[in-house]
């Protein structure tokens, strides 16, 4: 399996313009998190979701931010307007409903906003 | 409510010496408790997991670590450090079950520095 797949890798964009963050999870997997490192704040769940369904987007955070899962291969987390204080690497992670399973985690996303 | 706390957050050892990170751990019922490590510029990759199995857990790379319920911590030890082992290490804990093991509230992360 090619793991969670993540893109892009980079990403600069300039302040008020849209971004697109994309994953792609394990296959056969049907939880999905997007996380958020930093060096202030460490790492941070921002949703997740089971089944396509958003269960807990507690950590967003704001209304700038939002994301989906329109079929079980793919989310995305749209950030618009952007502003510098997103800038961040952004992690996807799925696991499967097997118990006693562990979270693996995507490549990240280094988003830079100028 | 969960919580990690990761003392120390930068350790430094020498090639061949013994390796221990700290994490304390605070949850409202028992955890699962995991440690991620991160290359530069890399995700996280399991290191080794506990979920109310074995208190004392080996994972990869010569790494394990105890569950002690009665002090909350789940340390990380190697008896002896590698060059490669140098990066960022992960303490993280779910109270989740089933579907959401991945609902993770992670420490603050220690960056562990080799030595030759």
């Known amino acids: 399996d090619a793991g969670v797949i993540q893109s892009p890798r980079h990403e600069v964009t300039e302040m008020g313009q849209e971004v697109t963050l994309r994953c792609k999870p394990i296959s056969g997997h049907n939880s999905l998190f997007w996380y958020r490192q930093t060096m202030m704040r460490g790492l941070e769940l921002l949703i997740y979701?089971?089944?396509?369904?958003?269960?807990?987007d507690s950590g967003m955070p704001e209304d700038r931010f939002s994301a989906k899962m329109p079929n079980a291969s793919f989310s995305t987390l749209k950030i618009q307007p952007s502003e510098p204080r997103d800038s961040a690497v952004y992690f996807c992670?799925?696991?499967?409903?097997?118990?006693?399973?562990?979270?693996?985690f995507g490549q990240g996303t280094r988003l830079t906003v100028v | 409510a969960q919580s990690v706390t990761q003392l120390g957050s930068h350790v430094s050892v020498s090639e061949g010496a013994l390796v221990l990170l700290r994490c304390n751990y605070s949850?409202?019922?028992?955890?699962?408790l995991f440690w991620y490590v991160q290359y530069p510029n890399q995700g996280l990759q399991l290191l080794l997991k506990?979920?109310?199995?074995?208190?004392l857990v080996k994972g990869i790379n010569g790494f394990e670590a105890e569950f002690k319920k009665s002090e909350t911590s789940f340390h990380l030890t190697k008896p002896s450090a590698h060059m490669s082992d140098a990066a960022e290490y992960f303490c993280a804990v779910s109270d989740q079950r089933g579907t959401s093991y991945g609902k993770l509230t992670f420490g603050q992360g220690t960056i562990l520095t080799v030595h030759p």
């Open positions: 992670a799925s696991n499967g409903v097997v118990q006693d399973t562990e979270a693996f």
């Open positions: 506990y979920t109310s199995a074995a208190t």
């Open positions: 949850s409202s019922v028992p955890p699962y």
């Open positions: 979701f089971n089944n396509n369904v958003p269960i807990d």
